[in-house]
């Protein structure tokens, strides 16, 4: 279980605070998949590195499994944004992949293993030899997410992966990560500024408000759990409910406005 | 291929023009100081015979390597460990660039006076005046790697020497190299200058012995061969840095394309 409990974080440089996160308090149970979502600029960035253990927060605390988290805890990882900059541009595909693992002291038969099973899962087997900057975008986030789960870790960290490439390529992606946490079991903490992106991926939305962050709503998304692009985004229930997220930011920048 | 054979043709060009010129302007030269071309090129065969280059232009080559690969490695792990570390940045910045900006040349008589005049002190003047360049592009390398990638090598436990060699090494290899070609041709300079104030052996002692005894086409015909010989050198660096930095070119070339 990953608990955030009273987490506040102040940037200070000089004289001058600026205070990204309030006061955030907020759940995921083992296995669930919460998409954290709220306006641009509203310290997602700074809440991820936080809960990551990359960021030290200023007050409050997060906790996987009971335990306090001082530091990128061994369960945990991490698809960030840019993935241009995430995967080291000077080593191929597979040694992206391999590197964490060889670092976990993984034995060699069982590294491989895990690096072919884990392109083969994101659609990427044959590709092992070619380095990233000889892939699309698309494909380099899929590069980056086999990374994540060939380090079989309990809980994994998406920070807007797909804010960066297209629509089309977004679709396939998002179906990806609802089929691999299907399949594996693990727990997801989705981060987005998309709000169908959210409730199409989540079984829960939790909306924050903007800067400074304080937990606005959340939301159950009650949807059937075998999501496909057509028919879930055109169901009365998905609208529904996306307006009601729809409403929950707006009502967020409205009060940020005054 | 017809493409290769016109970059080959390009660049051969000029120096081929340059030489002729030189040979049809200085055909009748009667100036003892500046003998035609054609009489150099006949003390060129005379002088550099293989007896020659093992006895001169060896231990010129030997010493020149050894303070070169000694100034890299002391360059390189110095500049490492002062580009990760702020306060190391703090202490060490102003005392390099006091040291920095001594021109190596006048140090020789210096280091004379505790290295002798031997091999050591030829070597210490090169090590002393090619670290800058190799610790000074280190550092800044070093300090400008994408934070990106820190945060991506520590969330997947990549630390300790790991994090060294496959992740700051390579992503400041682009500006390492750029070091090591500047205090390439630094290098030659001052394993040509260590070896004219005292030697007993080396290209630079050969060429000024030649010019104290007049042997003036013979002086011309060690200039050549200093010249020829930097060149090779630098052909080398660019093939190796090629090689190891090929990742860095295919990067570069997505980037502009995309």
Not at chain 1, 109 to 129: F, I, P
Not at chain 2, 48 to 75: E, F, K, N
Not at chain 2, 193 to 205: D, H, R
């Amino acid at each position: 279980m990953l608990e955030v409990k009273g987490l506040r974080k102040v940037y200070k440089s000089g004289t001058r605070e600026v205070e990204a996160l309030r006061d955030l308090t907020f759940t995921v149970e083992n296995g669930d998949l919460v998409c954290l979502v709220g306006p641009s600029g509203c310290g997602k960035t700074t809440l991820l590195r936080c809960v990551s253990g990359l960021l030290d927060p200023t007050a409050g605390d997060v906790r996987v499994d009971g335990k306090a988290v001082d530091g990128p805890p061994p369960g945990m990882a991490v698809v960030f944004q840019e993935y241009g900059r995430s995967l080291f541009p000077w080593m191929s595909v597979r040694a992206n992949v391999e590197l964490p693992l060889k670092q976990k002291k993984v034995a060699k038969a069982r590294r491989a293993e895990l690096v072919e099973q884990s392109l083969d899962a994101v659609g990427l087997t044959g590709s092992e030899s070619a380095y990233p900057w000889q892939l699309s975008g698309g494909m380099q986030q899929r590069v980056a997410i086999a990374r994540a789960i060939a380090y079989e870790p309990q809980t994994l960290l998406m920070d807007e992966p797909f804010a960066a490439v297209d629509a089309q390529t977004r679709a396939d992606l998002e179906d990806l990560v609802r089929q691999l946490w299907k399949r594996l079991g693990v727990t997801i903490l989705f981060v987005t500024h998309d709000i169908d992106e959210s409730v199409y991926l989540g079984q829960r939305v939790v909306m924050l408000s903007s800067s400074p962050t304080v937990v606005q709503d959340e939301l159950i998304i009650d949807l059937p759990d075998e999501r496909d692009q057509l028919t879930t985004r055109a169901d009365a229930r998905f609208i529904e409910l996306r307006t009601k997220v729809y409403e929950q930011i707006q009502a967020a920048k409205r009060n940020a406005g005054q | 291929m017809i493409n290769m054979i016109r970059r080959a043709g390009l660049a051969v060009a000029l120096p081929i023009a340059l030489f002729a010129g030189w040979y049809v302007l200085s055909a009748g030269s009667e100036n003892f100081y500046a003998p035609p071309l054609s009489k150099i090129l006949t003390a060129f065969g005379d002088t550099w015979t293989a007896d020659r280059l093992r006895a001169d232009v060896a231990p010129s080559l030997l010493r020149l390597v050894a303070g070169y690969l000694l100034a890299a490695l002391i360059g390189v792990g110095a500049g490492v460990a002062i580009g990760l570390s702020r306060r190391l940045r703090a202490t060490t910045e102003p005392v390099l660039e006091f040291f920095r900006a001594i021109p190596p040349p006048v140090l020789v008589p210096v280091i004379m006076l505790f290295a002798g005049i031997g091999n050591g002190m030829k070597v210490t003047v090169i090590v002393f005046g090619c670290v800058w360049p190799i610790l000074l592009n280190t550092v800044e390398g070093v300090r400008a790697v994408d934070g990106v990638v820190l945060d991506t090598a520590r969330s997947y436990g990549v630390n300790g020497t790991a994090r060294i060699t496959h992740v700051v090494l390579p992503a400041a290899g682009p500006q390492i190299a750029a070091g090591l070609r500047q205090a390439l041709s630094i290098a030659i300079i001052l394993m040509v200058i260590s070896e004219m104030f005292a030697a007993s052996n080396g290209l630079g002692f050969t060429i000024v012995q030649f010019q104290r005894s007049f042997a003036i086409p013979e002086m011309w015909s060690g200039i050549i061969l200093l010249g020829l010989l930097g060149f090779l050198l630098s052909l080398l660096f660019r093939l190796a840095e090629r090689r190891v930095l090929r990742w860095y070119e295919g990067l570069r070339a997505a980037q502009r394309a995309g």
